[in-house]
């Protein structure tokens, strides 16, 4: 097995706001990369849940109101960019991209649907908490 995502004690910047756990929204049709992606935000104190997929994915969001989405852009039932819209219009929160190919075109796309920042896949925990925290402490710009 490959080496296990670095702990959130190891991150650089300082813990999210003292008002309690953000919630976070993690999309994502691989099952170990969900889990991985749930664990290492879980124990770095965030309230997460995920979605397989994009339908799931509204559906949560409607009912959960997140504060952040890790949104994977290559999904079985919509493309990223198209989930990445329609999140954004109903609610201006920091959504940060991720995939595996770096697409440069899909990337674009996410931006202009709204992301606020992309992250390679494989991602590394501690870079991952680090731009999760940026973007929940950040004023958001609609």
Not at 42 to 71: K, M, T
Not at 80 to 91: D, E, F, N, T
Request: aromatic letters at 4%.
């Amino acid at each position: 097995m490959s080496q296990f995502p670095r702990s959130a004690t190891e991150s650089t910047l300082p813990p999210t706001a003292a008002a309690g756990p953000s919630k976070v929204l993690v999309v994502e049709s691989n099952p170990a990369m969900a889990e991985i992606e749930v664990l290492v935000l879980a124990n770095a104190g965030h309230e997460v849940i995920s979605a397989p997929n994009a339908q799931c994915a509204l559906n949560l969001a409607r009912r959960w109101n997140p504060d952040l989405v890790l949104l994977e852009l290559d999904l079985p039932d919509l493309p990223g960019a198209h989930l990445c819209r329609q999140l954004w219009k109903r609610s201006p929160i920091p959504i940060i991209a991720v995939s595996l190919d770096g697409d440069p075109d899909a990337i674009g796309d996410a931006y202009a649907a709204g992301a606020c920042d992309y992250l390679p896949k494989p991602l590394r925990s501690g870079e991952l908490l680090d731009h999760i925290r940026v973007h929940l402490t950040a004023p958001q710009v609609a």
